[in-house]
């Protein structure tokens, strides 16, 4: 069984940055992409990013766009979600997740990576807040 912990969260100022890890374990599958949402109180786990297998796919929610830069490390089992310019309506949950692409191969990920039946597993997750 996959195992995915997150870590990194924290009480930042707005402008200020943070740096999300996610440390994988128990991998059955060799190709996976990975990806990053986030719940705020009472709302919809929302798409934060992507990057597929080799990192040449990278997809952002315009929330995220020219802020965030996710990147992974495949031999290390890690994933990353650089956060600059922090405002206070980031403040959520963030959730590292997973997608086996050999057994979705039937779907390209570039048509639904934003979508949380996406993906298979997913990490607990790490609260970011930011305060004004």
């Known amino acids: 069984q996959v195992q995915l912990v997150e870590s990194g969260g924290g009480l930042v100022q707005a402008g200020g940055s943070l740096r999300l890890s996610c440390a994988a374990s128990?991998?059955?599958?060799?190709?996976?992409?990975m990806g990053w949402f986030r719940q705020a109180p009472g709302q919809e786990r929302e798409f934060v990013a992507a990057?597929?297998?080799?990192?040449?796919?990278?997809y952002y929610a315009d929330s995220a766009k020219g802020r965030f830069t996710i990147s992974r490390d495949n031999a290390k089992n890690m994933v990353y979600l650089q956060m600059n310019s922090l405002k206070p309506e980031d403040t959520a949950v963030y959730y590292c997740?997973?997608?086996?692409?050999?057994?979705?191969?039937?779907?390209?990920?570039?048509?639904?990576?934003?979508?949380?039946?996406?993906?298979?597993?997913w990490g607990q997750g790490t609260q970011v807040t930011v305060s004004s």
């Open positions: 997740a997973e997608s086996d692409l050999l057994r979705r191969q039937s779907t390209r990920f570039s048509s639904n990576y934003f979508a949380k039946d996406r993906y298979d597993y």
């Open positions: 990057i597929g297998w080799k990192g040449g796919s990278i």
């Open positions: 128990g991998r059955t599958s060799s190709i996976f992409a």
